[in-house]
Structure formats: structure tokens, C-alpha cells
């Protein structure tokens, strides 16, 4: 599961790189073959790697202004469709008006399209890996975590509600920039068009750094726990940043670029970011069975965890399960999940039997406490 959310983020930071190749060249009027946008996206993962390289603070004070940036972007499309609907060219009659193709019915085409807007909401489980960071976790980490998602939640419904009664349904469904449309169709006086593809650039750029810290940070635990090799668990002296797993993910995430963009015969975009989506179903099927299964030990009963409703967990076990099944999902998806999870088991594989034939120590997982023992082990 550890490796699964990993590759989660790698697959969600390269649809993202991708995106910002496309806008750049957008941006700056270039015409760029598939080939040149697959080495823009590419350079892009290498300048993060260094942003990374830096340290979390760094990374963090950026996600930050860029967050900020991104929020501006969508706040113009919500205006802009407040502007538009006064003026009285939007048709919220479109926002009930269900099209499918390949003669799906309803239900198939929300049960296929749930799983892909599923994606939306990636990022909000990369938080729980910097848990540690805050005080009063117990306390004011679920507090963040459900304010940050029902803001975010009512962003995306007015953005998705105006974007559906703005531009054509026709239109909507050809255009690879459609919040450009957005604001193109609803408010045509603003000078948006040179300044549009740099806002989402900036968007998805912050996607891909949140997604890279926490991929190499993961990667980095797993290799201090002794459950992969422990080269991926080295740091910088001075920045004490952990560079090897850093380089992993990112030559990782730049081979995930060119081999689906250039190799597989489906775009980055739409194949890694349905793979992103397939991968968290099945992390979230576990952790709601895991919920569960956890209710039931009363031996953590003095501690103030944080408790759902009790029907949650079974609701997020069946629809993440439902949502993972080939009716939801495109077959070259599942292909790149194996490949993925594959190269996480070979690498536990390897420590397994280097640790059996070489130095005689068990591969598993150690208990938090076993940690700081670890630690004055290797100084």
C-alpha cells in the first residue's frame, strides 16, 4: 500500500508535467512535436528534483505562493461566471444534461467518470505524511483536512457548474483547455489569453512538487525501515535531504513520461492520470477495511483518536471497491498500476535477498519505537 500511494504521486506528478509542457508551449507559441513536449515535461521533473534537494521548507514556502497563484485562476473562472450568468449568457439548463458516448447508459458513464474525477481530490493524503510536522496532530490535523476539502469542494462545483453552462457541450467535450473557454466566452473583453496557460502552469506545477516531495520522503521511509534497499535512504550532509530516493522518483517519473507518451499509444495526460486514480481506489479500499478492523481494539481506547461516523468506512470500502473494477477503468490503466506496484516488490525482493545471503538481519517493518534505535545503529 506504501508503494502504491508512492506511485500514486509519481504518476500524478508526471500528468502534471505534462500538462505544464503542453501550456508552456502554449504560453509562448511553440510549436512543439509529442516528442519535444515529453523533454519540456521532463526538464520540468529535473528542476523540481532541485527544488526537492533544497529541503521541505523550501518546497513548502513555495507550495504555498504557488497554492495562492492557482486559487487566483480558478476565483477568475467562478467571477467570470457570475459576470456571465448576470449578463444572462449562461445555460444552467446544460448542468442537467447527461451525453455519453459509445452508447453507455447513465450510471455506467457517472460510474466511469467518478473514477477519473477522483483525481481531482488527489494530494489530500499526501498531508498525512507531514502529520508529524504540526502540533496537536490528533487535534488539528482532521480539523485541516475536512476544512481543506470542503473548500476545495465548493471551488470545483462552481467551476464545474459554470464551465458546463459557459461553453457548448460540444465544444466543451473537444477542448483541451476549457477554463480558457471559460472566461474566452464569458467575459470576451479580458486580455486572458497570454496570461491563462501561465496560470496553469503554475497550477499543475504545484501538483507535481507536492506529489515529488512526498513520493521521495516515502520512498525514504521505506528504506530507513529495512523493507527496500537502504541506499534509497541516504541523505545530504548539510541539508540532511534524502538525494537517492529524490533521483529514484524523479528518473522514475520522467520514464513514466516517455515511455506512455511516446510508446503506449494513449496520452500522458488521460492514461497516467486514470492510473493515479486506480491506484488511490485501492489504497482507500484498504485503509476504510483497515478503519474497520481498528475500531475493534480497545486497547487504544485511552487515546484520542479521531472517529468517523461508523457508516463511512463501510460506504468508502464498497464504492472505491466498485470504482476499481473494469467497468470504471481503461485496461492500459491497469497495466501501468502492475508495472508500478511490480517494481516495488522487486525492490523488497532484492533486500530480502541481500539481507538473507549477506548480512543475516530479517526484512520487516519496524515499530515507530524501533526507529531512534536504528538511527544510533547507523551513526
Request: glycine residues 2%; proline residues 2%.
Given at each position: 500500500m506504501t508503494f502504491a500511494v508512492l506511485c500514486s504521486g509519481l504518476t500524478s506528478a508526471a500528468t502534471a508535467s505534462s500538462a505544464v509542457a503542453s501550456n508552456f508551449a502554449k504560453g509562448f507559441h511553440l510549436d512543439l512535436s509529442p516528442f519535444g513536449v515529453t523533454v519540456v515535461a521532463m526538464v520540468f521533473l529535473g528542476i523540481l528534483a532541485l527544488i526537492n534537494l533544497r529541503g521541505v521548507s523550501e518546497s513548502v514556502k513555495l507550495n504555498v505562493v504557488l497554492t495562492c497563484i492557482e486559487l487566483t485562476g480558478l476565483l477568475i473562472v467562478i467571477l467570470v461566471g457570475f459576470w456571465a450568468a448576470s449578463q444572462g449568457n449562461a445555460d444552467f439548463s446544460q448542468t442537467v444534461v447527461f451525453e455519453t458516448s459509445e452508447d453507455k447508459g447513465?450510471?455506467?458513464?457517472?460510474?466511469?467518470?467518478?473514477?477519473?474525477?477522483?483525481?481531482?481530490?488527489?494530494?489530500?493524503?499526501?498531508?498525512?505524511?507531514?502529520?508529524?510536522?504540526?502540533?496537536?496532530?490528533?487535534k488539528n490535523f482532521p480539523r485541516v483536512m475536512l476544512l481543506g476539502l470542503s473548500i476545495t469542494l465548493v471551488v470545483y462545483v462552481l467551476v464545474s457548474i459554470f464551465t458546463v453552462a459557459i461553453v457548448p457541450i460540444g465544444q466543451l467535450g473537444e477542448s483541451t483547455t476549457p477554463l480558457l473557454d471559460v472566461v474566452r466566452i464569458g467575459a470576451p473583453g479580458i486580455p486572458i489569453d497570454s496570461i491563462y496557460p501561465f496560470l496553469t502552469i503554475i497550477?499543475?506545477?504545484?501538483?507535481?512538487?507536492?506529489n515529488m516531495l512526498m513520493a521521495s520522503r516515502l520512498l525514504y521511509g521505506m528504506a530507513r525501515q529495512g523493507v527496500i534497499p537502504g541506499i534509497l535512504g541516504k541523505v545530504l550532509p548539510e541539508r540532511r535531504t534524502p538525494w537517492t530516493s529524490i533521483i529514484f522518483t524523479t528518473v522514475l517519473g520522467m520514464g513514466l513520461i516517455l515511455i506512455v507518451n511516446n510508446f503506449m499509444g494513449k496520452g500522458t495526460a488521460s492514461a497516467l492520470g486514470g492510473t493515479t486514480a486506480l491506484l488511490l481506489l485501492a489504497v482507500f479500499t484498504v485503509v476504510n477495511?483497515?478503519?474497520?478492523?481498528?475500531r475493534r481494539d480497545k486497547s487504544q481506547e485511552d487515546h484520542a483518536y479521531f472517529h468517523a461516523p461508523k457508516v463511512l468506512p463501510y460506504l468508502g470500502t464498497i464504492t472505491c471497491a466498485y470504482l476499481l473494477g473494469p467497468w470504471a477503468q481503461d485496461p492500459i490503466e491497469y497495466q501501468i498500476a502492475v508495472i508500478l506496484i511490480g517494481l516495488g516488490v522487486a525492490l523488497w525482493l532484492l533486500n530480502f535477498l541481500y539481507d538473507r545471503l549477506f548480512t543475516g538481519r530479517r526484512t520487516r517493518f519496524h515499530h515507530p519505537e524501533d526507529l531512534a534505535h536504528l538511527e544510533d545503529t547507523d551513526r
Open positions: 447513465i450510471f455506467m458513464a457517472l460510474t466511469a467518470v467518478t473514477s477519473l474525477a477522483f483525481f481531482s481530490f488527489v494530494g489530500f493524503e499526501d498531508s498525512v505524511n507531514m502529520v508529524e510536522e504540526t502540533k496537536d496532530p490528533t497550477a499543475v506545477a504545484n501538483t507535481a512538487l507536492i477495511i483497515a478503519a474497520i478492523i481498528l
